[in-house]
């Protein structure tokens, strides 16, 4: 048995303590809104937050998590920064086939949550790890430069 914080709830989940954080996520605790993409931290497309911070679930065993707090997409729109986030994802039309986009808004969250008004080199380096195979690059750094207006 492992006990999880995730998105404000601890529950406990009966799973072996090396399983992947991305593997409870989706497949035990239903929450699908996070990809599984390479699998082996290259992508980002896993990317969640533990304790604010971006973090590949892909590759993170549950029993690395601890009692740290985990949130997943489905609850990035809590409070105010993922809410604007969110807003201009739409706003700019973002999304193109959309698989990498929960943790493309995942990293992009966590970076305005350190920096309220990133520099382009800032947004690079928080982003380098979330690769889009549709080239949304342009619109996603438009989208965290409008957010960070907000
Ligand atoms: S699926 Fe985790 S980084 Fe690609
Ligand atoms: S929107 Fe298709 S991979 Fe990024």
Known sequence: MVDLNINGEIRSYDVPDDMPLLWVLRDVA?????KFGCGIAQCGACTV???GR?????VMSVSAVGNRQIRTIE??????VGQGVQKAWVDL???QCGYCQSGQIMSAVALLNVKREPSD???DAAMAGNVCRCGTYPRIRAAIKTASKV
């Open 121 to 123: 080199a800032d947004i």
């Open 49 to 51: 937050h533990v304790d």
């Open 75 to 80: 609850a990035i729109g809590r409070d105010p």
């Open 93 to 95: 039309d973002v999304v």
């Open 30 to 34: 239903g929450l699908v809104g996070t």
């Open 54 to 58: 971006p973090a590949r679930s892909c």
